[in-house]
Nanobody, 124 residues
Framework: QVQLIESGGGLVQAGGSLNLSCAAS????????LGWFRQAPGKEREFVAA????????YYSESVKGRFTASRDNAKNLLYLQMKSLKPEDTAVYSC?????????????????WGQGTQVTVSS
């Protein structure tokens, strides 16, 4: 059974930083495409970042490029999202996702498994 469990969310002031983690189990981690998505209240889920199979290539939405860094540790089955210079508009539930094939995917329909999410709240 595949499980993705996020952690690291919380409340932070604008301009601050947070580091999210996603622990995966039940899958062959190093062949899965991995990504981060977020959903703010009343809005659709949106793509945030994706990492390639080996973690050497990343892909970001324009809204977070230059502020967020996605990475993965295949030896530990962990996916990370470092978030800096946070803005109130970054407030959302952040979820990690896994696709059953390697690649960089910005479309949520490419992903097969999802975590429950962790709340990130940025105060102004």
């Amino acid at each position: 059974q595949v499980q993705l469990i996020e952690s690291g969310g919380g409340l932070v002031q604008a301009g601050g930083s947070l580091n999210l983690s996603c622990a995966a189990s039940g899958l062959t981690f190093n062949i899965y495409g991995l990504g981060w998505f977020r959903q703010a209240p009343g809005k659709e889920r949106e793509f945030v970042a994706a990492t390639s199979r080996g973690g050497g290539t990343t892909y970001y939405s324009e809204s977070v490029k230059g502020r967020f860094t996605a990475s993965r540790d295949n030896a530990k089955n962990l996916l990370y999202l470092q978030m800096k210079s946070l803005k109130p508009e970054d407030t959302a539930v952040y979820s990690c996702a896994a696709a059953r094939r390697p690649g960089l995917f910005g479309n949520e329909n490419e992903y097969n498994y999802w975590g429950q999410g962790t709340q990130v709240t940025v105060s102004s």
